[in-house]
T-cell receptor
Framework: GDSVTQMEGPVTLSEEAFLTINCTYTATGYPSLFWYVQYPGEGLQLLLKATKADDKGSNKGFEATYRKETTSFHLEKGSVQVSDSAVYFCALSDSHKAGTASKLTFGTGTRLQVTL | DGGITQSPKYLFRKEGQNVTLSCEQNLNHDAMYWYRQDPGQGLRLIYYSQIVNDFQKGDIAEGYSVSREKKESFPLTVTSAQKNPTAFYLC?????????????FGDGTRLSIL
């Protein structure tokens, strides 16, 4: 079955440091890939997505490139801020049947803590 | 502003009691979903619905029930058969079917057992 593996957290960085959160996946088809962010006590917000190999998703300074050869979708940001402290989830959508809903398979989440 | 509204934010259940979590969306989305989130784990799919009057079980449907009588509403009932209901419950919706459709989430309901 489909699965998503994320690096374990927490990740603790100083403000303005470079961020990488690793994500690899297993899927039987050609999935779409997503990064979601969850702030304390809230639901998930879509951060970025990529729908085919070599696509780069980007938003708010975050980037991730869909690498089919390494089945990876690592999240990066050049300079993190305290306000980026949250839990980040990698997810894939791989519908095996035409017309079925876009069910998501999530990783376990990586907590990021940014300090001054 | 369009969005997904979940209520209540916090809910307490007594042993042997059924409780219903509300989820309403005004995004005109066809598909809706319920997830359960436990500490240190990812989200697990409970039920999903692609259209009105139709829904399917997800990965952990036992002890839960849903209905989809209106496009904008997808309530989740946690029954007494769910022996470990304490969790954070998230409702989501998407424009339609298809793997490229991102899901939009509500702010969640935290359910605890008294």
């Amino acid at each position: 079955g489909d699965s998503v593996t994320q690096m374990e957290g927490p990740v603790t960085l100083s403000e303005e440091a470079f961020l990488t959160i690793n994500c690899t996946y297993t899927a039987t088809g050609y999935p779409s890939l997503f990064w979601y962010v969850q702030y304390p006590g809230e639901g998930l917000q879509l951060l970025l997505k990529a729908t085919k190999a070599d696509d780069k998703g980007s938003n708010k300074g975050f980037e991730a490139t869909y690498r089919k050869e390494t089945t990876s979708f690592h999240l990066e940001k050049g300079s993190v801020q305290v306000s980026d402290s949250a839990v980040y989830f990698c997810a894939l959508s791989d519908s095996h049947k035409a017309g079925t809903a876009s069910k998501l398979t999530f990783g376990t989440g990586t907590r990021l803590q940014v300090t001054l | 502003d369009g969005g997904i509204t979940q209520s209540p934010k916090y809910l307490f259940r007594k042993e042997g009691q059924n409780v219903t979590l509300s989820c309403e969306q005004n995004l005109n989305h066809d598909a809706m979903y319920w997830y359960r989130q436990d500490p240190g784990q990812g989200l697990r799919l409970i039920y999903y619905s692609q259209i009105v009057n139709d829904f399917q079980k997800g990965d952990i449907a036992e002890g839960y029930s849903v209905s989809r009588e209106k496009k904008e509403s997808f309530p989740l009932t946690v029954t007494s058969a769910q022996k470990n209901p304490t969790a954070f419950y998230l409702c989501a919706s998407s424009m339609g079917t298809g793997i490229n459709q991102p899901q939009h989430f509500g702010d969640g309901t935290r359910l605890s057992i008294l």
